[in-house]
């Protein structure tokens, strides 16, 4: 059974930084693409950023450039999304998802809160 | 960067059938996947690349793109249907993945 399984969320300071992690199971972690997907409160989806199997190539929402940074380790099947400079607009439940551009699975998500 | 819009709410009475569209500037050219989400939980996968269904999600959801429209139909629904439903796609203009705003589906 596939699980992904998201934590690290939590309450931070505007401008506080916050690592994300996914733990996978349930299917070869490295032969995938893996996503980030958030979804602030009482709004909708929004695509935060995606990896390649070997982490050669990432790509990132506008907002969030320069900012966040998503990582992989193949050998722990684990995804990660290190977070920066962190706004108020950041707030939301944040999703990981397998797949590059259909998301077939995810996880249940962690909440990140950034308010003083 | 690209936009897709839906409609932010469709209703439908159970055993009709609901379309709930997706609109994007040539958006029959790329692939489009749809999400399905209820309250407090994750989406879920309901078509992708236009029209194909992954295992598990009942026949009665199909979708079709064409033009500027892509639209998600779900057939004979049924009052589980009510839920958040989103479509997606990728934009290889800014390499980046775009949701729309989401439609809620109201089943009278």
């Known amino acids: 059974e596939v699980q992904l399984v998201e934590s690290g969320g939590g309450l931070v300071q505007p401008g506080g930084s916050l690592r994300l992690s996914c733990a996978a199971s349930?299917?070869?972690?490295?032969?995938?693409?893996m996503s980030w997907v958030r979804q602030a409160p009482g709004k909708g989806l929004e695509w935060v950023a995606n990896?390649?199997?070997?982490?050669?190539?990432?790509y990132y929402v506008d907002s969030v450039k320069g900012r966040f940074t998503i990582s992989r380790d193949n050998a722990k099947n684990s995804l990660y999304l290190q977070m920066n400079s962190l706004r108020a607009e950041d707030t939301a439940v944040y999703y990981c998802a397998r797949g590059v551009y259909a998301h077939d699975y995810w996880g249940q998500g962690t909440l990140v809160t950034v308010s003083s | 960067s690209y936009v897709l819009t839906q409609p932010p709410s469709v209703s439908v009475a159970p055993g009709q059938t609901a379309r709930i569209t997706c609109g994007g500037n040539n958006i029959g050219s790329k692939s489009v996947h749809w999400y399905q989400q209820k309250p407090g939980q994750a989406p879920v996968l309901v078509v992708y690349d236009d029209s194909d269904r992954p295992s598990g999600i009942p026949e009665r959801f199909s979708g079709s793109n064409s033009g500027n429209t892509a639209t998600l139909t779900i057939s004979r629904v049924e009052a589980g249907d009510e839920a958040d439903y989103y479509c997606?796609?990728?934009?290889?203009?800014?390499?980046?993945?775009?949701f729309g705003g989401g439609t809620k589906l109201t089943v009278l």
């Open positions: 349930g299917f070869t972690f490295s032969s995938y693409w």
């Open positions: 990896i390649k199997q070997d982490g050669s190539e990432k």
């Open positions: 997606q796609v990728w934009d290889s203009s800014s390499d980046q993945g775009v």
